[in-house]
């Protein structure tokens, strides 16, 4: 049969891609009635007494032509998504959900129009910047014995040049109310708990446990590079996850947890360009 052009029903018109939208989110949340998922729900202001880890992300950066008000607006957003994650406590067997917590983000609940990623550009949308949020605790939990269930990436694309990376290209996440999500499993005896807050410049970010872990974390980029394929620039790369025995420092395991090849979204400077094939 000849090929056709032929949109799919979500890409009709605005108001059937809603219709799709719509039709995800209720099949996620009929999937999570159907599996009984255990989520985590309990909050406390008290902090657990192990620090696991700690990091803080800078909120307003500049990333290419993206207009300076979106990262102003996200500083909100992020303000108001943490407060329904903050203290949460993960205990054995829960499984810890941003969207089951933050919920759908809306005008009416003070959320505002930030940076979002649609077909593989840079767009806007009300909650937009979240990503971030999700960004921060996928890298915590990166560094403990948690099991992440749900991690979605960016469709292998390189949207920004770097501005002060400081963890590992490949390592973020991208979330969308609620079929979109990133989600963690405790399959430990331990407690977890996360403590999240937004100051005048970061959002900072603690995970902390009941008891001391019997391993450390080490997570690094190996082989990174930029090459052209048939014109197209991408940037390639492994991130590595080392286990690291916490009495004999010992390294235990090393796993390969993603092979970037991500199509380059902004112009490579050539001398950064190592092949062409």
């Not at 014109?231 to 390969?256: A, C, F, H, P, W």
């Amino acid at each position: 049969m000849p090929k056709t052009n032929r949109k799919l029903f979500c890409e009709i018109s605005p108001f059937t891609y809603r219709l799709s939208m719509e039709k995800e989110i209720l099949k996620r949340h009929l999937q999570d009635l159907v599996h009984k998922t255990h989520f985590a729900l309990e909050r406390t202001e008290a902090s657990l007494s192990v620090l696991v880890y700690r990091h803080n992300s800078l909120i307003r950066r500049r990333l290419g032509n993206v207009n300076m008000q979106l990262q102003e607006n996200k500083a909100t957003n992020l303000s108001l998504a943490v407060k329904h994650i903050d203290g949460l406590l993960i205990r054995p067997g829960e499984t810890f959900s941003v969207w089951k917590l933050v919920g759908r983000t809306s005008k009416r609940k003070g959320y505002k129009e930030g940076l979002t990623i649609a077909k593989g550009q840079p767009s806007k949308g009300i909650g937009g910047g979240l990503c971030q949020l999700s960004n921060l605790i996928h890298w915590l939990v990166l560094h403990s014995e948690l099991t992440i269930t749900e991690h979605h990436h960016h469709d292998g694309l390189d949207l920004f040049p770097d501005y002060g990376r400081q963890i590992p290209f490949g390592t973020g996440t991208s979330i969308s109310y609620n079929y979109i999500d990133y989600r963690v499993k405790n399959d430990t005896t331990n407690t977890y708990q996360l403590r999240l807050w937004v100051d005048d410049e970061y959002l900072c970010g603690e995970l902390r446990a009941e008891k001391v872990q019997p391993h450390t974390f080490h997570i690094h980029a190996e082989n990174e590079y930029f090459s052209r394929e048939d014109g197209v620039v991408y940037r390639n790369g492994e991130v590595y996850r080392d286990m690291i025995d916490r009495k004999t420092g010992q390294r235990v395991e090393s796993q390969l947890i993603r092979t970037n090849h991500a199509r380059v979204m902004y112009d490579c400077p050539p001398s950064l360009i190592r092949s062409d094939g």
